[in-house]
């Protein structure tokens, strides 16, 4: 019974002042609203359907919902529903019938295009050229003959051929012709048998410069290839122990033949023979024994042999002995 009580005296309410004001500061409303809502901590909820729920009421004009499916507040307008986000993008797809020439735009409307299609002159043509020089036709139309003589008879302004002769440039059709300055390009070149280098400057002048002096006793000499070449005159050194082996040695190897007798072959062969050989044998330190002798045999451009012998100092007969020495060869 309190229950009947309180709605009747709401919709007495109602209909007394015709206007609603729920949620904070109910005796503030506007005159012009029918019902206001007012909170900072309440919200008001649209009735829910989805898809299928909305589409199957036929709602007035202005009925709002909001659809579960889309997650979007929809609107009725008169027969349709009408989602309020796509509001601002209304996608369309725009389609052309090529037999009736119509011009589709879905949910806009359409329009028959036949008096511009079928216009023959409007089409799209082809402009070419024929073999005959100066022509120019158009597909479906007609041929333009060009003067390609540009209508005068000045030869002096058709396509020219720029031409170079010698130093002359010239311009054909009468266009004329100028002679460019003459000029020497420099050039620099070497005599590889004496290494000079002869340089020719722009004005056809030579200078030379010597790669190896000319001064006399040089021992720089001209290289196969021009350049400067040092041949020591010092061509192989050592210290040989009484063994065959050597402490150092330069330029040469060696070996022991016998007692006393060693041979000394050359790294790189010497011109010829003729070459300089110097000997030294180390003081035997001793009373008995203190007069060695060193010689030389056997000497060809690729090697020489050494023979150590123990004179005993002329007392009797020398014998062959293995003693540490040392050679120098030179060559000039």
């Not at 900072?40 to 036929?58: G, R």
């Not at 021992?219 to 122990?241: E, F, L, Q």
Request: aromatic share 6%.
């Amino acid at each position: 019974m309190k229950k009947i009580t309180l709605i009747i005296l709401l919709l007495i309410n109602l209909s007394v002042f015709s206007q609603v004001k729920i949620g904070n500061n109910p005796s503030q409303i506007n005159v012009h609203s029918l019902l206001e809502l007012e909170s900072s901590s309440k919200v008001f909820v649209l009735n829910k359907m989805t898809t299928s729920q909305m589409n199957a009421v036929l709602p007035l004009d202005g009925a709002m919902v909001f659809n579960t499916d889309d997650k979007c507040i929809f609107i009725f307008e008169g027969t349709s529903w009408k989602s309020l986000c796509n509001s601002g993008s209304d996608n369309q797809v725009i389609s052309f019938d090529n037999t009736s020439n119509i011009l589709t735009l879905e949910n806009g409307g359409a329009v028959d295009l036949s008096a511009y299609v079928n216009d023959d002159t409007n089409e799209l043509q082809d402009i070419s050229t024929n073999a005959t020089a100066g022509n120019i036709s158009l597909s479906n139309g007609s041929t333009l003959t060009l003067n390609v003589d540009d209508a005068d008879a000045d030869a002096t302004n058709e396509i020219q051929t720029l031409s170079l002769s010698g130093n002359d440039v010239t311009l054909s059709n009468g266009g004329g012709t100028i002679t460019l300055p003459s000029g020497t390009v420099t050039n620099l070149v070497q005599n590889t048998g004496s290494g000079v280098i002869t340089y020719t400057n722009e004005n056809n002048t030579d200078q030379t410069a010597n790669v190896v002096s000319t001064d006399a006793n040089n021992g720089i000499s001209v290289g196969t290839d021009g350049g400067a070449y040092y041949r020591p005159m010092v061509r192989a050194m050592g210290k040989v122990n009484a063994d065959g082996t050597a402490a150092k040695i330069m330029g040469a190897t060696v070996s022991k033949i016998n007692t006393g007798d060693y041979r000394v072959t050359f790294t790189n062969a010497m011109p010829n023979a003729n070459y300089i050989i110097q000997l030294t044998v180390r003081d035997f330190n001793g009373t008995a024994n203190d007069d060695p002798g060193i010689q030389y045999i056997n000497q060809t451009n690729t090697r020489f042999d050494v023979h150590i012998q123990n004179n005993d100092d002329g007392g009797s007969n020398g014998s062959d002995t293995d003693f540490e020495f040392m050679f120098t060869v030179l060559d000039f």
